[in-house]
């Protein structure tokens, strides 16, 4: 199984990422409450060998972009992803705006947050049931076409979306909600392997259902192996497919040490069956 993925086919990054969101404040809401432990967590990503870190401008809204600069620029090995198509209004306020001029105007603000010239992959949040596809989807080609971008992909969309963006530019990643108990998008993780497409699974650890409760499959595998539940819901995402690109996040160092562990275990074919593998 590799531990590398190559996205776009030209930026190779390890496969276990980190998740930025939770370096903000309750409800993905303003500066975090100990913003010296959230500096920390970034700070000790590279020496933990994780150089893909996924973020969004809506994040704060700001404040990760802005806390990720101040970490690590300028990013020597990393590859910084971010997003773009929400507007917030306050804690666990969330609005869909992917009109065009939104869509370049919040890209070029995060280029200037991030303190880079280029963004090397950038995804569209959602797609914008208001919007024409054809207008969001246009603004994506000429983000790439302007150099803004290196490479874009596409947040909680079907194969069919999928499909539809790639008739317009070169799709390089999919991040969707994926996780043991949630595997509503299988499919769109097979088409991802089919095609080479980077699969983001945010929300990775999920909550394991009945899987996860005490005495269940996933707590008698992680004791056996030495390991916490989490560590093996990580490692079972590894295994599913190698586009798989779980970043889990946390703010707390001690639990992205944790997390970060999970890269170095191992599941048997006959472990990954047992939790649900295909």
Same mark, same amino acid.
């Given at each position: 199984?590799?531990? @590398?993925?190559?996205?776009?086919?030209?930026?190779?990054?390890?496969?276990?990422? $980190?998740?930025?969101?939770?370096?903000?404040?309750?409800?993905?809401?303003?500066?975090?409450?100990? *913003?010296? +432990? &959230?500096?920390?967590?970034?700070?000790?990503?590279?020496?933990?060998?994780? =150089? $893909?870190?996924?973020?969004?401008?809506?994040?704060?809204?700001?404040?990760?972009?802005?806390?990720?600069?101040?970490?690590? *620029?300028?990013?020597?090995?990393?590859?910084?992803?971010?997003?773009?198509?929400? @507007?917030?209004?306050?804690?666990?306020?969330?609005?869909?705006?992917? *009109?065009?001029?939104?869509?370049?105007?919040? @890209?070029?603000?995060?280029?200037?947050?991030?303190?880079?010239?280029?963004?090397?992959?950038?995804?569209?949040?959602?797609?914008?049931?208001?919007?024409?596809?054809?207008?969001?989807?246009? &603004?994506?080609?000429?983000?790439?076409? +302007?150099?803004?971008?290196?490479?874009?992909?596409?947040?909680?969309?079907?194969? &069919?979306?999928?499909?539809?963006?790639?008739?317009?530019?070169?799709?390089?990643?999919?991040?969707?909600?994926?996780?043991?108990?949630?595997?509503?998008?299988?499919?769109?993780?097979?088409?991802?392997?089919?095609?080479?497409?980077?699969?983001?699974?945010?929300?990775?650890?999920?909550?394991?259902?009945?899987?996860?409760?005490?005495?269940?499959?996933?707590?008698?595998?992680?004791?056996?192996?030495?390991?916490?539940?989490?560590?093996?819901?990580?490692?079972?995402?590894?295994?599913?497919?190698?586009?798989?690109?779980?970043?889990?996040?946390?703010?707390?160092?001690?639990?992205?040490?944790?997390?970060?562990?999970?890269?170095?275990?191992?599941?048997? =074919?006959?472990?990954?069956?047992?939790?649900?593998?295909?």
């Amino acid at each position: 199984m590799s531990k @590398t993925f190559a996205i776009g086919g030209k930026i190779t990054v390890n496969r276990l990422g $980190f998740g930025a969101m939770q370096i903000t404040g309750p409800g993905v809401w303003g500066p975090p409450r100990d *913003r010296g +432990e &959230a500096l920390r967590v970034l700070k000790r990503l590279p020496e933990l060998g994780v =150089n $893909f870190i996924d973020t969004a401008d809506s994040y704060g809204p700001d404040v990760s972009e802005q806390l990720i600069r101040e970490a690590l *620029r300028p990013y020597d090995g990393l590859l910084i992803a971010t997003k773009a198509g929400f @507007t917030r209004g306050g804690p666990h306020a969330w609005h869909v705006n992917c *009109r065009p001029e939104h869509l370049i105007s919040s @890209t070029k603000k995060s280029l200037k947050q991030l303190g880079v010239e280029q963004i090397g992959l950038w995804q569209l949040h959602r797609i914008d049931g208001r919007v024409p596809r054809a207008e969001q989807f246009g &603004a994506v080609k000429q983000l790439l076409d +302007e150099g803004l971008i290196v490479h874009a992909g596409l947040s909680e969309v079907s194969v &069919a979306d999928i499909k539809a963006a790639s008739q317009v530019f070169p799709v390089a990643t999919v991040q969707n909600a994926y996780n043991m108990a949630d595997r509503d998008s299988d499919d769109v993780v097979d088409y991802c392997q089919e095609t080479g497409i980077g699969f983001i699974p945010y929300y990775p650890l999920g909550g394991g259902g009945e899987l996860a409760r005490a005495g269940g499959k996933l707590a008698t595998l992680a004791k056996a192996k030495g390991a916490t539940s989490g560590q093996i819901a990580l490692a079972w995402l590894l295994k599913r497919s190698p586009v798989m690109l779980p970043i889990p996040g946390t703010s707390k160092v001690a639990h992205l040490e944790e997390n970060m562990g999970a890269a170095e275990i191992t599941l048997s =074919n006959g472990e990954f069956a047992s939790l649900g593998g295909r």
